[in-house]
């Protein structure tokens, strides 16, 4: 409906245009904030393929846009989980958080996702202040009688001084039945409470586990209408609004504030005899507030972007299992009224390996950084293939043969060739765009950034003005492909960075690919050959970086 509306607002100039009829450059901010990685292991194609691709392609078509978009995030470097790798690798928590955020960072940088600030909380740099902030907020719920201390019981191993809550809780979810872990299930998206779950065990296999009775801190719920308001504002899937629905129904109005361990940032919860810590996961929504902070002195704005006065916009994305965090966190600047809640958030079903989930356990993995550096698939093949099979609507697989042909038949035999073919027929005098091209070209330009904008955001459908540009090549003929060229450029960037801005610079321009210099007439460098921007691969290249749990499908190679 959207489109078609665009469709008509459209208008054909008989003159040259210094800028597009409609599609006019934007002035807004975006702080665009990706899912807060565990730094316990690195970022795999599965994590690749939901909130940070997606964030990035985000980015980039806003700042085509001539919008600001400003991509900041940190690692959750308290969640338990890091105690977990800690036990198994024997560094401290502090080493296990350093060594995987900039193992995540280098994954992140192999597919051209850059980020303007990444944070590590336990940083000499950033320590005392996170601390020091996460106190702030949490005294403030407090004063303001928006925290209620619960009954809780948990499980302890007298062998290990252990209590089993965190990544070291083991059983099955009480809401579905599946196998889960921690607090959250990863196969339907509910959070539990410690005594919830089904068939409890620990980890480490201790064996003499006993109930102890505490307490935990909780948020209340109290503006509840005015949380479904906001939600509903942010076009969000009905399945993940179900999973929050879910999650108050079986847990009463209040999330989880504390938990009982010794990694993270204690807190003194009234009456209980454990010592606790701030859960992380709950966090989250504060956490992006402090982020926040990093956004004001990056670019000199006076306003935090969550201040209720700030007109920046905030875009989150996560995965199915932080749909309680994210979601249903909102409450936290609701209830306290100190900050304003994330403007949009963007969840997404994960994408599993071959129809099994991505298990950095079972070494059911591929690394981002191999893939594009120890193949020739080249990242904006990946970029592509990814975008294609994105889990927004959900669970999709990451399929090896269906990779390697989508890289042969549709970016290397088809788009390459066609490439290459237009580059060669350029001329080098282009002249005034026709009008049909630039009626053409400015629908698809406004159908792309209308899906690459929440809450219209489609990631999967992106593609789709890109491809029938391509489609439409055969239509232009002269001066025109020139302009064909340049409209590639703009389409294809979010989406393929690298092939974007080495045809945008040999087309004679300077900055990155904008839709407010497609106008400017430039002298394109029609001696350089075009490069080479995707190859056919084979089994055996890809192979190179394959787990051994794909081992049984290289017989299926052609």
């Not at 089993?164 to 039945?177: A, D, E, S």
């Not at 916009?313 to 932080?322: E, K, L, N, P, Q």
């Not at 100190?338 to 403007?343: A, E, G, L, N, R």
Request: net charge negative; proline share 6%.
């Amino acid at each position: 409906m959207a489109i078609e509306i665009l469709k008509k607002k459209l208008k054909v100039s008989p003159f040259f245009m210094k800028a597009f009829a409609t599609l006019k450059p934007g002035n807004k901010k975006y702080l665009i904030i990706p899912a807060m990685p565990t730094p316990n292991g690195r970022l795999h194609l599965g994590h690749m393929s939901g909130p940070y691709l997606k964030m990035d392609i985000l980015a980039r078509a806003q700042k085509r846009n001539g919008n600001l978009a400003s991509v900041i995030s940190g690692s959750d470097s308290y969640e338990s989980y890091i105690s977990l790798k800690s036990w198994l690798t024997g560094m401290t928590p502090e080493e296990v958080c350093s060594h995987f955020s900039a193992l995540s960072l280098r994954d992140l940088h192999a597919l051209g996702i850059p980020y303007d600030d990444f944070v590590n909380p336990v940083s000499p740099v950033s320590k005392q202040g996170f601390i020091d902030f996460a106190y702030e907020k949490m005294s403030d719920l407090e004063r303001k009688g928006a925290t209620e201390v619960r009954p809780e019981q948990y499980l302890w191993s007298p062998s290990s001084d252990r209590y089993i809550v965190g990544c070291w809780l083991q059983g099955n979810c009480p809401v579905c039945g599946s196998k889960t872990a921690s607090y959250q299930c990863e196969n339907c998206g509910n959070q539990y409470r410690p005594m919830d779950i089904l068939n409890p065990s620990s980890r480490a296999n201790e064996r003499d586990l006993l109930p102890i009775d505490d307490y935990t801190l909780y948020l209340r719920v109290r503006k509840k209408d005015q949380l479904w308001e906001h939600i509903d504002s942010m076009g969000i899937d009905e399945h993940f609004k179900e999973i929050v629905k879910t999650y108050f129904r079986s847990q009463g109005d209040y999330i989880r504030l504390t938990n009982p361990d010794t990694w993270g940032i204690p807190w003194k919860v009234k009456g209980g005899k454990i010592s606790s810590v701030i859960y992380s996961a709950t966090f989250m929504n504060v956490y992006a507030v402090y982020l926040g902070e990093k956004y004001k002195k990056l670019t000199g704005d006076l306003l935090n972007p969550f201040h209720p006065n700030s007109g920046v916009i905030t875009v989150c994305s996560f995965g199915i299992d932080c749909c309680i965090p994210y979601i249903a966190g909102l409450a936290w600047a609701l209830e306290s009224q100190s900050f304003k809640p994330m403007d949009y958030l963007l969840p997404n079903y994960f994408c599993n390996l071959e129809e099994a989930k991505f298990s950095t356990s079972r070494d059911h993995v591929i690394w981002t950084e191999e893939i594009v550096n120890k193949t020739p698939a080249g990242r904006d093949a990946v970029r592509y293939y990814l975008a294609m099979i994105n889990p927004e609507h959900g669970t999709t697989s990451f399929r090896v043969h269906e990779f390697i042909e989508t890289i042969n038949s549709v970016l290397a035999d088809q788009l390459q060739r066609l490439l290459t073919k237009t580059w060669s027929s350029i001329d080098c005098q282009p002249i005034i765009p026709s009008d049909s091209l630039v009626t053409k070209l400015e629908l698809l330009l406004l159908t792309q950034l209308y899906y690459l904008t929440p809450p219209g955001f489609e990631l999967a459908k992106s593609l789709e003005p890109l491809n029938t540009w391509v489609d439409e090549v055969e239509s232009f003929t002269g001066t025109d492909l020139y302009w064909w060229m340049k409209g590639f450029a703009l389409l294809a960037y979010p989406l393929m960075p690298d092939c974007a801005e080495s045809i945008w610079a040999l087309l004679g321009h300077q900055n990155k690919p904008s839709e407010s210099d497609f106008f400017i007439v430039t002298r394109p460098e029609v001696e350089q050959e075009l490069p080479v921007f995707f190859k056919r691969v084979n089994f055996e290249e890809i192979s190179r970086v394959l787990p051994e749990s794909l081992s049984h499908i290289g017989q299926y190679a052609k």
